[in-house]
Nanobody, 124 residues
Framework: VQLQAYGGGLVQAGGYLRLSCLASGRAISVYDMGWFRQAPGKGREFVAAINWSGRSTHYVDSVKGRFTISRDNAKNTVYLQMNSLEPEDTAVYYC??????????????????WGQGTLVTVSS
């Protein structure tokens, strides 16, 4: 599975962006998917996850109420809608795929496939 994340860019605080993660090589309809981010000088952190059916979603506390993860299995794509962006959201955002539906969705090691990352910069 190859994952390509795109949709990042420069936005002012309070603005919005929608990230997309397009999968190729295999259908991801039975994969759980996640978004992670890495801010400058920091480690990579969990942001959001969605199970294979889309019925279950999880978020890090700092983005709850502002970000929404969703998926369109027919398009082999996962999305991250980011509203009310803050300068603290500045990071490279990565999508990842977990083919085994591990319960530890916050842990990087459960994801077997990773996209290349897309940069989100939020100016104050």
């Amino acid at each position: 599975v190859q994952l390509q994340a795109y949709g990042g860019g420069l936005v002012q605080a309070g603005g919005y962006l929608r990230l997309s993660c397009l999968a190729s090589g295999r259908a991801i309809s039975v994969y759980d998917m996640g978004w992670f981010r890495q801010a400058p000088g920091k480690g990579r952190e969990f942001v959001a996850a969605i199970n294979w059916s889309g019925r279950s979603t999880h978020y890090v506390d700092s983005v709850k109420g502002r970000f929404t993860i969703s998926r369109d299995n027919a398009k082999n794509t996962v999305y991250l809608q980011m509203n009310s962006l803050e300068p603290e959201d500045t990071a490279v955002y990565y999508c990842a795929a977990d083919p085994k539906s591990n319960s530890d969705y916050r842990v990087e090691s459960v994801y077997d496939y990773w996209g290349q990352g897309t940069l989100v910069t939020v100016s104050s």
